[in-house]
């Protein structure tokens, strides 16, 4: 079977809708998700900080990434990646709000379960 990342989008995507975490596989020391946002942005003060590594891209819209020993907020676009090591502080500053804005992440390393998002 094969099977699309960009096809079969919930519902009507408007901004306002609830942000989408799709799990595509699970194994013991990887995790691969498909995130659907559509002008998501962390909650104000918040901050992931994960026991696992994560690497992550954009393959559709455009989001602002912000770690908390940065100053400036990373800007990505469809095709840009990045990987955020385990217990590194961050957040998401906006997603686009004109398009749905489709993450690929791969959790990998220690613990990867569900509740560590």
Not at 17 to 31: A, H, S, V, W, Y
Not at 83 to 110: F, K
Request: glycine share 6%; proline share 6%; charged share 25%.
């Amino acid at each position: 079977m094969v099977t699309n990342l960009l096809s079969d989008l919930p519902g009507s995507m408007q901004e306002g809708k609830e942000e989408t975490f799709e799990l595509l596989l699970t194994q013991p020391d990887i995790r691969i998700e498909r995130i659907i946002s559509t002008g998501q942005a962390s909650p104000p003060g918040f901050w992931y900080s994960q026991p696992q590594s994560e690497w992550v891209t954009v393959l559709q819209g455009s989001a602002g990434l912000k770690f908390q020993k940065e100053t400036e907020v990373r800007v990505m676009h469809s095709g840009d990646f990045v990987n955020i090591p385990a217990l590194c502080r961050h957040r998401v500053e906006w997603t686009s709000a004109d398009e749905p804005t489709i993450w690929l992440a791969i959790h990998y390393g220690e613990k990867n379960s569900d509740e560590s998002r």
